[in-house]
């Protein structure tokens, strides 16, 4: 994924939502347990004025005074149209046996749970003229109690939610700076290379000049050296700019319709002094002169040149053999680039196509370059909506599938 300078990560951004809806479920979640809290406190409530009315002595009458009100009176014994000292100690007794020690109100009503009272217990209680009365059992304190219960609940989620946001910060603080530090490794290299350019380039013009000014330097074979290791360094530099415009965005492919064999054939001439230093073959196989592919001319030649140079580089003892053939499939067309070299091992199948992969032992690396080349490859294929894939071949070496599908319309 490639971000845009300045643009919020997202990670950064599906951590925040993340912490959000954590937030959110943990709300409701609270909210939903404090209804749990207080649906428990009223059933324990319940029970615990249920007993005491039940198993009170004599039980409890309730009969209407001068003012005609409602009042009760225990064991028919006490004319205090209020609620004796022994009910209360018994209800006490109770309350505690559920784990409720709060301070309580009670109350007679003819209507039972009356909206003036929201936290009340109710129990009917049949009175000497046959009518039902109603005792309410009311805490004012009940809210705070309940909130008090889970404080402990509250505090572990708040501090829970504190200790994954503090992770998360300091996961996203790591992977900015990592960013910042990759960006400016990559903006190093490309510096570098654009530097690197333009004397490698002043170099190749001048030994040039030299070879045409001096015969004698035309067949020398340290000019040859210094061209052929000044025209490597060149396309090493080119391919780090190249990729780096691929990456960035800037880099736009001018498609055309061209046929494929001539543009093999010419890729193979362009690297005939690469093939015979090895020794190697190059052999366009059941290629038809027809066959015509859509796509940049010019970067589809750089993907053939590398898969080529890449099967020269890791070629075995015996002379390298490079097949490449091609035919028509569904929507496209598939190029099979064939070698005899090592092979890939199957644990780095995967990894090849990454930036600066190179097959070797540890650090160790036999070969020459940046490890950019199928890096490459694989981008330009994927701008022209194809693809590539590596398999190895028995007994030895290697194949890469190359798609390239049909212009669009």
């Known amino acids: 994924m490639k971000w845009k300078k300045g643009a919020v990560s997202p990670i950064l951004s599906a951590s925040v939502l993340g912490v959000l809806a954590l937030i959110i479920f943990q709300l409701v979640w609270m909210r939903y347990s404090r209804r749990l809290s207080e649906e428990l406190f009223n059933q324990r409530a319940c029970m615990a004025l249920c007993s005491t009315v039940e198993n009170y002595g004599g039980g409890a009458v309730c009969n209407k005074n001068a003012n005609g009100e409602s009042c009760c009176q225990l064991n028919s014994a006490d004319d205090n149209p209020a609620f004796d000292s022994s009910f209360h100690a018994e209800l006490s007794q109770k309350l505690q046996s559920y784990q409720i020690d709060l301070g309580y109100k009670l109350t007679l009503s003819e209507e039972k749970r009356g909206e003036n009272l929201p936290y009340q217990c109710s129990v009917s209680l049949p009175t000497e003229t046959g009518d039902t009365a109603f005792i309410n059992l009311v805490f004012p304190e009940k809210e705070a109690f309940v909130l008090q219960k889970m404080n402990v609940m509250v505090a572990a989620t708040i501090l829970i939610l504190l200790f994954i946001s503090a992770i998360l910060l300091m996961a996203n603080w790591a992977l900015m700076k990592q960013k910042r530090l990759l960006q400016t ?3 190093f290299f490309n510096n570098m290379a654009h530097e690197f350019r333009t004397p490698l380039t002043n170099i190749g013009l001048a030994t040039n000049m030299l070879t045409r000014k001096h015969d004698i330097l035309q067949n020398n074979p340290i000019m040859e050296i210094i061209q052929r290791e000044n025209g490597k360094l060149q396309a090493q530099v080119e391919q780090v700019l190249q990729l780096a415009r691929l990456e960035n965005g800037d880099f736009t492919l001018q498609p055309e319709t061209f046929a494929l064999l001539p543009l093999l054939q010419s890729m193979v001439d362009d690297m005939a002094i690469q093939i015979e230093e090895k020794n190697g073959q190059v052999v366009l196989d059941t290629i038809p002169d027809t066959l015509t592919v859509w796509g940049d001319r010019t970067h589809l030649s750089n993907v053939f040149r590398n898969l080529v140079d890449n099967a020269l580089k890791y070629s075995s003892d015996a002379p390298p053999i490079i097949q490449i053939s091609a035919a028509p499939v569904a ?5 099979l680039v064939k070698d005899n070299g090592i092979g890939i ?15 070797g032992e540890g650090n160790l690396h036999t ?24 398999q190895n071949i028995s007994p030895s ?6 798609f390239l599908p ?4």
Request: net charge positive.
């Open 397 to 402: 070496g290697s194949q890469f599938d190359v």
């Open 331 to 335: 929507n496209g067309t598939e190029i």
């Open 345 to 359: 091992p199957p644990d780095q199948c995967e990894h090849i196509f990454n930036k600066f992969q190179r097959m």
């Open 185 to 187: 490794n990559v903006d």
């Open 367 to 390: 070969q020459k370059g940046f490890g950019l080349g199928l890096a490459y490859a694989k981008s330009v294929l994927q701008l022209h909506k194809g693809y590539i894939k590596v």
């Open 406 to 409: 049909n212009k669009s319309k």
